[in-house]
């Protein structure tokens, strides 16, 4: 098989192919100190697949997530697409969408998928940062490559770098810890300053919303992330479902991976903003039924503020 035939195969299913050999990403990630196994299949696909910019606000019953996580969860559509394409061919191969070892972002780069960009996310010259990526060992191996050409980059820009609320980017690098993104899916006890900050139930959007690269960018809708209903998810439904009932009402979102806790102490927080205290019945018995020292004190805090804000 030939790179190009394997491309036009992952072509009907993505918007964006790269193939390059493992070896390069490998040697690439040892030289760069990053810490992936080691995987023995000769070729490694980058694919990217586009989703379109669509925003939703929150009300005083239901709160919205980042808009990435709208429509069906794309781990599972990308892996399905990447399924399709793989049984018709006759090779073993290991895939990866997100939740793995292996660094998505560097295999872009080299493929030429994207550049890196001071948001610390891959934009592609045609769908900016609106893509969400996966990758592909398969054990065929190709005489040539196929690099995709890159020419831009993000130059003196830094609208990313100045609209970061909590400041978690910097030129030239990225403080994880200080990511909206990163602390709204981490179960912890939220400090006054992030509980401030937080502005989504799940996820972080503005450094994707303020990138010029985003602007004019092609709009793709896949029939997967076709908007199911779901994306507003009722304040009443996080604090009186069942996990169980909950991820059945709200199947297949992806912002579901991280379980219902973390998206009820995320809505603590915009409700605080609200200064919504119509639920306040409702987390005094969170807190009491939910046994988790992260969410106990963080909600404890919250509910404090809507008991004085409390007309």
Known sequence: MTNLELKKL?????????????KKYLDEAKKMGKDVPHVDYPT????????????????KTHLAPSFYTFGSDYHSVLKKRIEVVMSNLPYSYQLG????????????????????GKNQLIINKDLGTYMFLGIVFIDVKLDQEFILEVTDDCGTCRKCIDACPPSALY??????????????????????????????????????MVCPKN?????NIHPEFELSGKEMVSIVDLFTDSEKVFKEKYNDMSYLWKGKTI?????????????????????????????MPWY????????GNLKKNKI
């Not at 490694?44 to 009300?59: D, E, Q």
């Not at 969408?97 to 890196?116: I, K």
């Not at 030239?172 to 139930?201: A, P, W």
């Not at 102490?265 to 200064?275: D, E, G, H, S, V």
């Open 10 to 22: 992952f072509e009907s299913q993505f918007d964006v192919v790269g193939i390059i050999h493992t």
């Open 44 to 59: 490694i696909v980058t694919v990217g697949l586009s989703y379109p910019f669509r925003t939703i606000k929150h009300t």
């Open 97 to 116: 969408v997100d939740n793995h070892p292996h660094n998505e972002r560097l295999a872009a780069v080299l493929s030429g998928v994207g550049y890196f």
């Open 171 to 208: 030129e030239g690098g990225f403080d994880i810890n200080k990511c909206m993104s990163h602390f709204n899916q981490t179960k912890r006890v939220l400090t006054d300053q992030e509980i401030d900050l937080n502005y989504s139930l799940f996820g972080c959007d503005i450094c994707q």
């Open 215 to 219: 602007i004019n960018v092609k709009t």
């Open 263 to 291: 998206l009820m102490r995320n809505a603590l927080t915009i409700l605080n903003k609200q200064k919504n205290s119509q639920y306040n019945d409702l987390i005094e018995k969170s807190i009491l039924k939910h046994q």
């Open 296 to 303: 106990q004190e963080t909600a404890t805090k919250i509910l």
